[in-house]
Each structure stands twice: as structure tokens, then as C-alpha cells.
């Protein structure tokens, strides 16, 4: 019995140092977290100590969208415009929220003492719970033993998989996709929701397409029905050169009424069947299934085939019905939650008091009316820069998958080199070229 108990002591006393030393730790790391940067910010905070006083300096912040993007590009066209006048940062970082740069944007400033800060931002809030994101910067949250002790109580409620897209709406793919893959391994039954996104991180790490294949199999082992995992296995299948399980999928997708606009973009994009592909568009178009993204990929056929004309009635039928403009202004004003305005007003705020000049941009084919809407107060202030026109009038001469590398977001993703290059011109003509050069 005593032994037991010396025992019990040991422990409780281990567990208590264990957690002192841990809490210790972590208020440490805050207070050295206002004083300490990430190797990419770190980067730039050197280069611009550089930089001589006469160049002008342009921060760029954003997600993924900004991080690796169209600063280098900005920087490219600005050094031939204007030798040695001009230096790019890029402040882009992938997978975070507003709440990341409301909390850092004045270290940024700080130390880069920009003269121009041009931001593109709030899309990823678009997959975020306020709540969540509030959740995971307390204090308690980022010590290990509440983490563990958290984890500990959701395999027991059987939460582990809540708890993994917890993780992934907060942007912490690193733990997410390792979380998700042990529950794959040990075969246990996942929502079909979080299944695509777990094919999404599969696809994210390059994994192999077999073991791709595979996962997707085993989904639909448990939901044969479900359309979105039918048609990433019609794309596992076409990229492996399966001819038999090509035919099979598309097969049983042809059945599906609904289905008409995603295999006509398979048989454009894929397999370059122009007229199998004209056939579906238009059903889809008949029966008013054409979102953004497809009718955008139907005007890029018309126009290869000459006929512009119908072009700009498919683009304007699907930018003013119910799936297009005006439905998208009202999402874009309803997307901006009470959290998010006041996260993105403090950012404004920040920079504006800086004396730097403020660029707002909105996402490409997303209208910026809402933004000025929302945000009128800085109107004076602020440059507010629109990329929806400069972006439909691309899309009609150039392929959608010329301009974007994804469609992540709906009806707009991740822009290619050229992409990136109209973005850029459109900031050249509406704010460099209008500077004192």
C-alpha cells in the first residue's frame, strides 16, 4: 500500500514539475515571439535593413494567394520599368487567416517601414469558424498537456476526426494530415466530407496516385454514391491511363442529371473532345447548372471555336443569373463576418497610421463593390483595386487552366505565371504608373 502511494506522489509530483516547467516554457516563447520572426519574415526584415533609403518599399501581405506569387512578378516588372527604384516584400503565408496579420502586421511594418502596403485578404476566413481560430491562440491551447489531455477526451467521445478538422479550418495541415491518415490506416469509417479532405492533403504531398487511388476507393466503399469522390477517381483513373476505369466512371456519372457541366469540363480539359463537351455544356447551360467556373470553361471553347458572340452571352448569363454576379456580390458581402471586419479594420487602421499608402485588392473575378461597401469609412485613404473585369476579359481570349492552376475557391484559385502577370499589370496601370517615377 505504501509503495502504491510513493508511487502515486512520484507521479503527481513528476506531472506537476512537467506542467511548471512547460507553462514556464511557453511564457517564455511569448515573450520572445514579439521579439522573434519566421525564417521567410526574417528574410525579408534583413533585405529591406539593406535596401538603400531611396527605393521605395512595397509590402505585400496575403495567404497563399500573395505567398510565393505575384510579388516576385511585381518585382520583376518594376525593376524593368524602374531600375533601382522599387523593392517588393512578400509577406504572403500560406494556410493563416486575418486574425495572423491583425496580430502581426505592426512587426511587419516596424521593421520594413514600408511606403506602400498592398493587401489581398480574407479568403481563407471563408473556411475558418471564428471560433475556432479564437480558440486555438489562448494560452491553455498551446500547451501540450491541454492538447493531450484535449485529444485524450475526443477519442474517447470519438471526436478524433472533429478534432482533425478542427485543425485543418485553423490552417495546422501538419498535424491534421498525419491525425487523418491513422484513422484511414486503421479503416475507420470517416464523414464523406472529411474524406475530400483528406484526398485534398493526400494530393497537396504529392503522395503516390495509386496510394491516391486507393484512398478514394476506400471512401467509396463506404459512399459509393458520392459525386465529388467519383470524379477524383475519373481523374486518378485518366492520369494512370486506366481506359477501363475511365469508361466505367464515366459511365456511371453520365447517368446522373446533375453531372452534365463537371464531364464536359473533363472531356475539354481532358480529353479535348470539343463537341462532347459543347453537347454537355450546353445541357447545362439549358438547365441553368452552369456555376462560374464552368461557364467561364464554355466561353473559353466558343471563342477557340470562333464564336464570340455566344462567348459573351454564356459569360454574362453566368455573371448576372442566380449562380453569378449578382448572387456573388451578396455572398461576398455576407462572407465578411463581424470577426473578420474588425480583424481586416484593424489591419487598415495599422498600415494608415504608418503614413503608408493602403492598396486593397480583391481576389481575381471577385468584385471589389462590397469591399468599398463594407470598408467606406477609408475610402479617401485607401486605393481600392478591382480584379474581376481585368480577369473576365483575359478569360475570354485565354483558357481558364492558362490563368488559374486550381479553382480552390470556387470561381477563382491559385494563378499561373500568366495569371499573376495580369494581376500585375493591372497594379502597374492603376497605382505605379501613376506614382512620381
Known amino acids: 500500500m505504501k509503495i502504491k502511494k510513493t508511487l502515486l506522489y512520484t507521479l ?19 515573450i520572445s515571439s514579439k521579439f522573434s520572426y519566421t525564417k521567410s519574415e526574417l528574410s525579408s526584415i534583413l533585405d529591406a535593413t539593406k535596401v538603400e533609403k531611396r527605393k521605395h518599399r512595397v509590402v505585400c501581405i496575403g495567404e497563399s494567394t500573395t505567398d510565393g506569387q505575384y510579388p516576385k512578378h511585381l518585382q520583376t516588372r518594376l525593376d524593368q ?50 471560433a475556432l481560430i479564437t480558440e486555438s491562440n489562448t494560452f491553455a491551447s498551446k500547451l501540450f498537456t491541454y492538447r ?88 486518378i483513373y485518366h492520369e494512370l491511363k486506366n481506359f477501363y476505369g475511365v469508361v466505367d466512371e464515366l459511365e456511371y456519372l453520365s447517368k446522373i442529371d446533375n453531372m452534365s457541366a463537371e464531364l464536359a469540363s473533363f472531356y475539354f480539359s481532358s480529353f479535348g473532345d470539343i463537341k462532347k463537351a459543347r453537347n454537355l455544356f450546353e445541357k447545362a447551360r439549358l438547365n441553368n447548372q452552369l456555376d462560374k467556373y ?17 462567348s459573351k452571352k454564356v459569360l454574362s448569363m453566368a455573371y448576372t443569373s442566380a449562380k453569378g454576379n449578382s448572387a456573388i456580390s451578396q455572398i461576398e458581402e455576407k462572407r465578411f463576418s463581424k470577426r473578420i471586419i474588425m480583424n481586416l479594420n484593424s489591419i487598415y487602421q495599422m498600415i494608415l497610421d504608418s503614413k503608408s499608402n493602403l492598396l486593397i485588392m480583391n481576389y481575381p473575378l471577385r468584385p471589389i463593390g462590397p469591399i468599398k461597401k463594407i470598408f467606406q469609412s477609408i475610402n479617401e485613404n485607401a486605393l481600392f483595386i478591382d480584379n474581376e473585369a481585368n480577369f473576365k476579359n483575359s478569360i475570354k481570349n485565354d483558357s481558364y487552366k492558362d490563368i488559374f492552376a486550381d479553382s480552390f475557391a470556387g470561381d477563382f484559385g491559385h494563378l499561373t505565371d500568366k495569371g499573376n502577370e495580369i494581376l500585375v499589370d493591372n497594379l502597374i496601370e492603376n497605382y505605379f504608373r501613376l506614382q512620381k517615377n
Not at 13 to 25: A, D, G, K, V, W
Not at 220 to 234: G, Q, T, V
Open 12 to 30: 503527481v509530483i513528476c506531472l506537476s514539475i512537467f506542467i511548471f516547467i512547460e507553462i514556464s516554457f511557453q511564457i517564455l516563447i511569448n
Open 294 to 310: 464552368s461557364a467561364l470553361e464554355y466561353a473559353t471553347l466558343l471563342n477557340k471555336e470562333g464564336e464570340e458572340e455566344k
Open 81 to 130: 520599368l524602374y531600375p533601382q527604384k522599387y523593392r517588393v516584400y512578400d509577406f504572403g503565408k500560406t494556410g493563416v487567416t486575418t486574425f495572423y496579420f491583425e496580430k502581426n502586421i505592426r512587426k511587419i511594418i516596424k521593421h520594413t517601414r514600408p511606403h506602400t502596403v498592398i493587401t489581398m485578404l480574407g479568403i481563407n476566413d471563408d473556411f475558418q469558424l471564428s
Open 148 to 235: 493531450f489531455l484535449l485529444y485524450l477526451k475526443d477519442l474517447k467521445n470519438n471526436n478524433f476526426e472533429d478534432q482533425a478538422i478542427k485543425l485543418i479550418n485553423t490552417g495546422n495541415f501538419k498535424i491534421a494530415y498525419p491525425m487523418l491518415k491513422i484513422l484511414y490506416a486503421f479503416n475507420v469509417k470517416m464523414r464523406a466530407s472529411t474524406y475530400d479532405e483528406l484526398i485534398t492533403l493526400y494530393q497537396l504531398h504529392k503522395e503516390d496516385q495509386l496510394d491516391i487511388l486507393n484512398l478514394i476507393n476506400h471512401a467509396l466503399s463506404y459512399y459509393p454514391h458520392h459525386n465529388a469522390l467519383r470524379l477524383a477517381r475519373l481523374s
